[in-house]
């Protein structure tokens, strides 16, 4: 059981707007801020958002990033079908003095 | 270009120990804290531990302590990582990763990622 929580799975059409939520508490996404992580089947795990909205260089700007309170999301826009992967959040905890991730979103395009 | 470069895979016997090296490149070595993150077949990211290859002091999760081991070469940039008493449960893909900051920083490079198999 992971210390941050997001939905199992998320589908949407190709052009849709879909989200993927990330739940945490007061000691990780209330105190520090959110990651978010891109991982394409068999590959290695890529940053997609960091520091809660920022985009590193070469994300497509259809990817962006929000956080409030004890929450966090992660907005995709114009869904593509490259975009079929699994999508994980990430924070530094306080109270466990390290970093925690979510259990992961399998996102489909159909 | 920024390259993490992990040792090849592994199969250990239950009770065996197991030690990863990711090799950096790319970048000032002592400048970026090293991580290890473990993914089990089918399963989610779980953070393993950090080493500050500046002084090489390190940090581990409760869950790890006292049966991982992390170390470093500065002379050739690169970080180990040793597991002992394996179990069928630490079968994994084992990643290195860096981030410049040890709270509010970020995963940006990660290693292709090392496959341990532990089976009797």
């Known amino acids: 059981q992971s210390v941050l929580t997001q939905p199992p799975s998320a589908s949407g059409t190709p052009g849709q707007r879909v989200t993927i939520s990330c739940s945490g508490s007061?000691?990780?996404?209330?105190?520090?801020?959110v990651n978010w992580y891109q991982q394409l089947p068999g590959t290695a795990p890529k940053l997609l958002i960091y520091s809660n909205n920022q985009r590193p260089s070469g994300v497509p700007d259809r990817f962006s990033g929000s956080k409030s309170g004890t929450s966090a999301s992660l907005a995709i826009r114009g869904l593509q079908s490259e975009d079929e992967a699994d999508y994980y959040c990430?924070?530094?905890?306080?109270?466990?003095?390290?970093?925690?991730f979510g259990g992961g979103t399998k996102l489909t395009v159909l | 270009q920024v390259q993490l470069v992990q040792s090849g895979a592994e199969v250990k016997k239950p009770g065996a120990s197991v030690k990863i090296s990711c090799k950096a490149s790319?970048?000032?070595?002592?400048?970026?804290?090293m991580h290890w993150v473990r993914q089990a077949p089918g399963q989610g990211l779980e953070w393993m531990g950090i080493?500050?290859?500046?002084?090489?002091?390190?940090s581990f999760a409760q869950k790890f302590q006292g049966r991982v081991t992390m170390t470093r070469d500065t002379s050739t940039s690169t970080v180990y990582m040793e597991v002992s008493s394996l179990r069928s449960e630490d079968t994994a893909v084992y990643y290195c990763?860096?981030?410049?900051?040890?709270?509010?920083?970020?995963?940006?490079?990660w290693g292709q990622g090392t496959l341990v198999t532990v089976s009797s």
């Open positions: 990430a924070a530094w905890d306080d109270s466990l003095d390290g970093w925690v």
């Open positions: 080493i500050n290859p500046s002084g090489g002091g390190t």
């Open positions: 790319g970048y000032t070595f002592p400048n970026y804290y």
């Open positions: 007061s000691s990780n996404i209330g105190s520090n801020t």
């Open positions: 990763v860096r981030s410049q900051q040890l709270r509010n920083g970020y995963f940006d490079y």
